[in-house]
């Protein structure tokens, strides 16, 4: 079956970075698109970044432009966020997602990223 389960989130301070991973397993991770999405403390879910199947093109939220970058190991069947320059705002339970936009039928449970000093 498909699961996804992202690893990597934690506290970081404001100007900090994180490294988010998702391992994919249970579908042929290389065929398909991939996203990351947010969800904060009573707010929706939000998209965040996208990345076709071969990395060829990849989109960000204008809140995380210049910020994020999502990239992908398809030998690895992973997904990754590196965070850069975090924020408060920032804080929130990351999903990875298969597909482009949220809501995603195939997501993982989540991790938490809190940005506090």
């Known amino acids: 079956q498909v699961q996804l389960v992202e690893s990597g989130g934690g506290l970081a301070q404001p100007g900090g970075s994180l490294r988010l991973s998702c391992a994919a397993s249970g579908f042929t991770f290389s065929s398909y698109t991939m996203s990351w999405a947010r969800q904060a403390p009573g707010k929706g879910l939000e998209w965040v970044s996208t990345i076709y199947s071969d990395g060829s093109d990849t989109y960000y939220a204008d809140s995380v432009k210049g910020r994020f970058t999502i990239s992908r190991d398809n030998a690895k069947n992973t997904l990754l966020l590196q965070m850069n320059s975090l924020q408060p705002e920032d804080t929130a339970l990351y999903y990875c997602?298969?597909?482009?936009?949220?809501?995603?039928?195939?997501r993982g449970q989540g991790t938490q990223v809190t940005v506090s000093s």
């Open positions: 997602g298969r597909g482009l936009r949220p809501p995603y039928v195939y």
